[in-house]
């Protein structure tokens, strides 16, 4: 007979990583509450690339992740990955030029990179939420503990309050300071290569890990 999940995760942020974040939790039995500052999912026209080391580890968090990709995502068709200049050139032509702005190329073999836009493989996996799991409108304003409850209570802008065991929020966001900072968390030391691709989670210091 199944049981319902006890331990619940507030994740602080519905963007790639929170969604991400939440599916993989799901997975693994947890309850999860996705708690987003804007009203809808943004329209945010930007390319992403991820290399096979990364859908590998989108298959092991959840392979939901991975199906989502590979439905609006495009292999790189390139040999080489090229490494343009973009601020020294000083015309259209120069730009393209590949004596003028080239610095350098790679094999596109090691890397084995898929391209998607960010707004339509956000979509996609957010279509594998269950109902419910994602709040918009929800703006962390404060993070408290609870000594009697031993939760987390969260308060938002918009007078609003929700408890949790533990929560989750992408790197350099305003909630770092408010979670990273609070007595029963401890935030997991990772080196960033890109804000984009980077994330930091806030864990109970007994069950930290990163």
């Known amino acids: 007979m199944a049981t319902t999940p006890t331990f619940e995760v507030a994740v ?3 963007g790639i990583i929170g969604v991400m974040t939440a599916l993989g939790l799901l997975r693994h039995g947890m309850r ?3 708690y987003e500052r804007a009203d809808n999912y943004p329209e945010i026209g930007v390319g992403m690339a991820f290399t096979g080391v990364a859908r590998d580890c989108m298959r092991r968090l959840d392979p939901r ?3 989502a990709l590979s439905r609006v995502g495009e292999e790189n068709q390139h040999a ?3 490494y343009w200049d973009g601020f020294n050139p000083t015309s259209k032509e120069s730009a393209q030029s590949p004596d003028d702005a080239l610095l350098f190329q790679l094999s596109a073999r090691e890397l084995a990179y898929w391209g998607c836009l960010r707004s339509r493989f956000l979509q996609e996996m957010a279509a594998e939420l269950p109902d419910g799991v994602v709040k918009f409108g929800k703006q962390l304003a404060s993070a408290v503990d609870d000594t009697g409850s031993e939760k987390v209570i969260l308060r938002f802008a918009d007078g609003s309050e929700a408890e949790a065991d533990v929560g989750s929020h992408p790197l350099l966001s305003p909630t770092l300071l408010l979670l990273s900072c609070h007595p029963k968390c401890v935030t997991s030391d990772t080196d960033v290569e890109t804000q984009s691709s980077a994330v930091m989670g806030s864990t109970p210091k007994r069950e930290s890990w990163c």
């Open 12 to 14: 602080i942020g519905g």
């Open 32 to 34: 999860v509450s996705v």
């Open 65 to 67: 992740v991975l199906e």
């Open 80 to 82: 080489m990955n090229r």
